[in-house]
């Protein structure tokens, strides 16, 4: 039961990430040097990193979707070099943070992974809501 509940929020956070990407497309052409959606994004990036670490060490098999997630939004807000050297840094923060106290997967880790997995969706969710426009949520 609680794979399947796993397995669902997985594809919530990734139908919901994958919207943002969208939005952050569209958006490019309209950006300031520094959005105000750049301190969320900096956090997500970090979450992302910690998924990819902290995921697979818990049995999840998914080798590389958090960092291809990464990938694609960075693609996608196509920052300047110093946003994006901002935002890699964030997602190894979150990688390593995690690769420095777990070395198994522990009810806290356990914990770790539910609670990014909602951050996640809400931060995407916000921003997508508040700086996406006309795009459509996913349900």
């Known amino acids: 039961m609680r794979s399947a509940s796993l397995l669902i ?48 060490l818990c049995g999840a098999a998914e080798p590389t979707l958090w960092r291809d997630q990464m990938a694609a939004l960075v693609a996608a807000e196509a920052p300047s070099p110093e946003r994006r050297a901002r935002l890699t840094a964030a997602f190894n923060q979150g990688y390593s943070g995690f690769a420095a106290l777990y070395r198994s997967c522990t009810p806290a880790a356990i914990a770790a992974v539910d609670r990014y997995l909602d951050e996640g969706a809400r931060l995407t969710r916000d921003v997508t809501t508040r700086y996406g426009g006309d795009a459509p949520l996913p349900r």
Do not use: F, K, N
Not at 16 to 21: E, G, P, R, Y
Not at 39 to 55: D, K, M, Q, S, T
């Open 9 to 56: 929020h997985r594809l919530c956070i990734g139908a919901i990430a994958s919207m943002l990407v969208a939005v952050l497309l569209a958006a490019a052409s309209v950006r300031a040097a520094e959005p105000p959606y750049d301190a969320p994004l900096v956090r997500l990036a970090e979450i992302l990193g910690a998924l990819h670490y902290l995921r697979p």
